[in-house]
């Protein structure tokens, strides 16, 4: 098994939104045409990543409240 994996992240504002573009993402992933057109960040793991279900959790802080601005990504596995 490789030690590096894909995550997809994405901010929406309804719950049925993010529905919706899960299940079309979930279908581009499974016919193997998964692509994007914007940004693309690596974010590397001090410690292992555990392997099997895992809950993913991402908070982002912005460093203004004004879309574009930036700021910092902190993601968890299993709330570590």
Do not use: C, H
Not at 5 to 34: G, N
């Amino acid at each position: 098994m490789s030690d590096t994996f894909d995550l997809i992240l994405a901010a929406y504002p309804t719950l049925d939104l993010a529905r919706l573009d899960f299940e079309a993402v979930v279908r581009f992933i499974e016919d193997k045409q998964v692509r994007t057109d914007g940004d693309t960040y690596k974010q590397t793991s001090t410690t292992p990543i555990p392997t099997g279900d895992v809950t993913v959790k991402m908070r982002f802080d912005a460093d203004e409240p004004t879309p574009g601005s930036g700021g910092t990504g902190t993601l968890w596995a299993n709330d570590e």
